[in-house]
T-cell receptor
């Protein structure tokens, strides 16, 4: 099925470890973004990209890196995991290069940092 | 900056009850407005949208009317079902002056419907 695919669905890390959350979409969407969801905080934007080779920071970018080498993929890297990064992470994409368009979300990746 | 404020939950209703989830917004101009729904264990998905003032968005028995006079976009359903149990998010595009950041979301309202 077409859509946004996130892997892994669940991950447990120890403090200081690094990992990459994968996100891929097959809808030829130019716009991709990463959010984190925490209880009582709603969705907070981490990073976003308006096309291949272009990325920008969102509301809570510290501790995360992204790259956009292809239109399809937008991986999120945690450089040195901290317990504060325990969260559910969502990748989303939309057509065009405007942030005003309807977002299609992945199913989420639940990360626990011990 | 542009923002949305939703009523805090959780909201618990009996099956067939009437639902209202309040959403008000602060924005420059008259942006499109959205409601997203997140079912347990899933990502968010678009429920409905309205693109201009006085528009009514509707889907799956849910409705919301874009009211510029009260800067509101309240979500309503006449008769909820157990399957409507989910978290509902109001959203709007960011201020055009803030670049190409994506949709701004409210904090979400959790709805539980009991049989």
């Amino acid at each position: 099925n077409a859509g946004v695919t996130q892997t892994p669905k669940f991950q447990v890390l120890k403090t200081g470890q690094s990992m990459t959350l994968q996100c891929a979409q097959d809808m030829n969407h130019e716009y991709m973004s990463w959010y984190r969801q925490d209880p009582g905080m709603g969705l907070r934007l981490i990073h976003y990209s308006v096309g291949a080779g272009i990325t920008d920071q969102g509301e809570v970018p510290n501790g995360y890196n992204v790259s956009r080498s292809t239109t399809e993929d937008f991986p999120l890297r945690l450089l040195s995991a901290a317990p504060s990064q325990t969260s559910v992470y969502f990748c989303a994409s939309s057509y065009g290069r405007s942030g005003a368009n309807v977002l299609t979300f992945g199913a989420g990746s639940r990360l626990t940092v011990l | 900056g542009d923002s949305v404020t939703q009523m805090e939950g959780p909201v618990t209703l009996s099956e067939e009850a009437f639902l209202t989830i309040n959403c008000t917004y602060t924005a420059t101009g008259y942006p499109s407005l959205f409601w997203y729904v997140q079912y347990p264990g899933e990502g968010l998905q678009l429920l409905l949208k309205a693109t201009k003032a006085d528009d009514k968005g509707s889907n799956k028995g849910f409705e919301a009317t874009y009211r510029k006079e009260t800067t509101s976009f309240h979500l309503e359903k006449g008769s909820v079902q157990v399957s409507d149990s989910a978290v509902y998010f109001c959203a709007l595009p960011p201020n055009p002056n803030s670049g190409n950041t994506p949709l701004v979301f409210g904090k979400g309202t959790r709805l539980s419907v009991i049989a």
